[in-house]
């Protein structure tokens, strides 16, 4: 199984700032299997890129992601309120991963 | 709309079985995989295992095999989770999710586009 590892456990930012969150795998993967999620408290993930770098329906443009092999990264371009949660990057290729999650925190 | 509405929470004694259900509406059940993911109190997300409704073909995380069934009805668009014998450490919110993607041909994009709001299992005595 194919293990996930997300860095830094907890980003203390301010609004305005860019978030930049790491998700690196114990070996190299297709990047059309890699996902993020945004959870809030309370609340279930939701998805917010696919395929490493697309975009999911209604997600604003400040949420980008790239990557590819084993290193991939979620950025914030600037941080809005809303934006303040929980990030999980997933992968799907012979089993479903999920990484432990990086909290994006108010500073 | 297309929405995964998931089951009332459950508070449950140790020992005692449990099914929670997922019904899906607004799109066609049968098209696309169905997974089921734990979240315990505090802690990340954990992939327990995922269903097509099609042809019930199911896969399980190794760490869920044995420990939890997963099923559907397709006449009433709807799946499934089942324990049959709950311990302390199940207590946990549920929730099912639709994957989009193939889960057997390689190339494709895969992901988990729509989630339900979660079932809060309790297990005490």
């Known amino acids: 199984e194919i293990v996930l590892t997300q860095s830094p456990g907890t980003l203390s930012l301010s609004p305005g700032e860019r978030a930049t969150l790491s998700c690196r795998a114990s070996q190299s993967v297709s990047s059309t299997y890699l996902a993020w999620y945004q959870q809030k408290p309370g609340q279930a993930p939701r998805l917010l890129i696919y395929?490493?770098?697309g975009r999911a329906t209604g997600i604003p443009d400040r949420f980008s992601g790239s990557g590819s092999g084993a290193d991939f990264t979620l950025t914030i371009s600037t941080l809005e309120p809303e934006d303040f949660a929980v990030y999980y990057c997933q992968l799907f290729d012979s089993s479903v991963s999920f990484g432990g999650g990086t909290k994006v925190e108010m500073k | 709309e297309e929405q995964l509405v998931q089951s009332g929470a459950e508070v449950k004694e140790p020992g005692e079985s449990l099914q929670i259900s997922c019904k899906t509406s607004g799109y066609t059940f049968t098209d696309y995989w169905i997974a089921w993911v734990r979240q315990m109190p505090g802690r990340g997300l954990e992939w327990m295992g995922i269903?097509?409704?099609?042809?019930?073909?199911?896969r399980y995380s190794p760490s869920f095999q044995g420990q939890v069934t997963i099923s559907v009805d397709k006449s009433i668009t709807t799946a499934y989770l089942q324990w049959s014998s709950l311990e302390s450490s199940d207590t946990a919110i549920y929730y099912c999710a639709r994957h989009r993607g193939s889960v057997i041909i390689t190339g494709s994009t895969r992901y988990f586009d729509l989630w339900g709001r979660g079932t809060l299992v309790t297990v005490s005595s």
């Open positions: 269903i097509y409704p099609g042809d019930s073909d199911t």
């Open positions: 395929g490493a770098s």
